[in-house]
């Protein structure tokens, strides 16, 4: 084997080796000397950072020059850039979560390079978590997970073979999914959106809105990235307005995030909507959010991003008696009928394949949320014909807009009213309630077991920590000199989770008993009695802790 010095990819985080923060850690000041040791006696030509921004690739360039000088050789490998981490061979995390990383590098060639972590804790929820992953993503034999000690191995051991056991109990060797999956819509209060003419003549006039003019509605969170673009609409109206010569109000009821995001909607509606009025109210408002459909003769909602599910404005239009236009998307293809309760535009996506830079981008924390969603629904389309010509035919024929609103109104009542709908969870209980009774339990809990895997007994997970394990042969005495009054000055820091001990009175009483002699830890146990067997074991190695009791090791 050659003894040419070997170089990984370091994954860097300026929190991660930053041992000069208030809250220090262990892996803060371990981190901060594995870096000063890789720098100074790795003995490589280059050093490699995986970082996710460039901010944190100039920070780690500040932090090794003022390791070494002259610095090494620099070069900052993106979150993502499986080729370049491929040229190096290896990159190695200051934790032990290897999954996103294995995960990422199955979409190209998972033998370009290797994972590797280190272990600084075992006991946290995330890292628990994050050793169960070793039994189910793409890690390798040629990845690696640093154990600091033997203690670690074992109770990562441990975490593996029992999560291993619990998969394998819960699947039958193969992924099932047991839990039912109904489909129930949302529902609404359809009394709640009647029409209401005193209503739709205050906003109206409130608002500058002529009785002629035909108001056009959108409510929800005006975002054209992660809600709903309007582009579709402000121009397919538009088109239909100048096409039938009606007079048209576009009222767009909602909240902007930002002031950057009002401006380009408010720049948008004046480039696009040159006939149309457009009208922005705060659909925060109570009086708006629930007054604002009665103003209204048609409503709109070219819904094209994939964070919506269901949709339920489309359903409080209805409600509302107001025919709709939106798009044939997600929840709306179930709740709006074409040509009954209004008009559904096509919607058009790219093909499977075309969206896999977005999905790893997000992976790689490149995106946020906002920017994946807004980054895959930028390609999303909404037949722009379709709309226009949804809007002609409603703008030009009041009986249409009637007919489609009062048969909306009737499906509303039908499928979407709350006490349709919780009917509906009801039933769902009652079959559930059924199973319970009947259905066969996976993975039941075999004793000695613990009830989750991956949040087992600490006392167990750890058990090859400590020289001696209690045991209820061990005997007890009492520490000449010793009284629990003299644990009382340093109670903070021994009785900082009382709770989980026992009472005063209960350790007075372990006291007396341990002074009188021939005890052990069972006649410590039935002291105590039914129900508090853990709080006494746990007691008896706390009296040996603060110093009142010795311990004679059973055998």
């Known amino acids: 084997m050659s003894d040419a010095p070997v170089n990984a990819a370091l994954y860097y985080h300026p929190e991660g080796v930053d041992a000069s923060q208030p809250k220090l850690m262990g892996r803060h ?5 594995f870096l000063a040791g890789f720098v100074r006696h790795a003995g490589v030509e280059t050093l490699y950072c995986s970082a996710l921004t460039q901010a944190h690739f100039e920070d780690f360039q500040r932090r090794v020059g003022q390791l070494r000088a002259p610095p090494p050789p620099m070069q900052w490998i993106r979150r993502g850039d499986a080729a370049a981490l491929a040229r190096v061979g290896c990159v190695t995390l200051p934790h032990p979560d290897l999954a996103p990383i294995a995960w990422q590098r199955r979409h190209g060639d998972q033998r370009g390079y290797s994972v590797t972590g280190v272990f600084h804790t075992t006991a946290s929820e995330a890292i628990m978590t994050a050793i169960a992953t070793f039994a189910t993503a793409p890690i390798q034999a040629w990845d690696a997970a640093i154990c600091t000690s033997r203690s670690v191995k074992t109770t990562v051991e441990r975490i593996v073979a029992t999560w291993s056991d619990y998969l394998q109990e819960r699947t039958g060797g193969r992924p099932r999914a047991p839990l039912q999956l109904p489909i129930i819509p949302l529902g609404v209060d359809c009394d709640a959106f009647a029409p209401s003419a005193a209503t739709r003549k205050s906003l109206r006039t409130r608002h500058g809105i002529g009785e002629s003019e035909i108001v056009v509605l959108f409510v929800g969170r005006l975002s054209y990235h992660a809600k709903a673009n309007p582009y579709a609409l402000m121009l397919g109206l538009e088109r239909a307005a100048a096409a039938t010569r009606q007079p048209v109000r576009l009222v767009m009821a909602g909240w902007f995030a930002d002031d950057v995001l009002e401006s380009h909607f408010r720049d948008a509606a004046r480039a696009l909507c040159r006939r149309v009025k457009v009208t922005f109210l705060d659909g925060r408002s109570p009086e708006v959010r629930f007054g604002v459909w009665a103003m209204a003769d048609i409503f709109a909602s070219p819904s094209d991003n994939v964070q919506e599910t269901f949709g339920l404005t489309p359903v409080e239009a209805m409600a509302a008696g107001l025919p709709v236009v939106v798009s044939d998307w997600d929840g709306y293809r179930d709740t709006v009928r074409e040509g009954i309760d209004g008009f559904t535009a096509p919607t058009l996506m790219p093909p499977p394949g075309a969206g896999v830079d977005i999905a790893l981008r997000y992976a790689y924390e490149l995106d946020s949320y906002d920017r994946y969603v807004g980054g895959a629904s930028q390609s999303v389309a909404v037949d722009l014909e379709a709309t226009t010509a949804a809007f002609r035919i409603l703008l030009a024929d ?43 339990e996976l993975a039941p809990r075999r004793p000695g077991t613990p009830g989750n895997p991956l949040r087992d007994d600490p006392y167990a997970l750890f058990a090859s920590y400590p020289t001696h394990t209690l045991a209820l042969g061990d005997r007890l005495r009492l520490v000449p000199g010793m009284s629990l009054d003299d644990v009382q000055p340093a109670a903070p820091i021994v009785t900082y989770m009382a709770v989980l001990l026992p009472t005063h009175d209960e350790l007075r009483a372990m006291l007396a008993r341990i002074g009188a002699g021939d005890c052990t830890v069972a006649a410590i146990v039935e002291l105590l ?27």
């Open 398 to 440: 009041p009986d249409r807009r009637r007919t489609m609103g009062e048969a909306g109104r009737a499906r509303a009542r039908a499928e979407f009213d709350w006490r349709v709908v919780i009917g509906r969870y009801q039933d769902l209980w009652r079959e559930l309630a059924a199973r319970r009774a009947k259905d066969p």
């Open 529 to 555: 009695g039914p129900g508090r067997e853990v709080v006494a074991l746990r007691g008896t190695t706390w009296l040996a802790k603060v110093g009142l009791v010795a311990l004679e090791v059973d055998g």
């Open 29 to 33: 000041a371990a981190g901060e000397g």
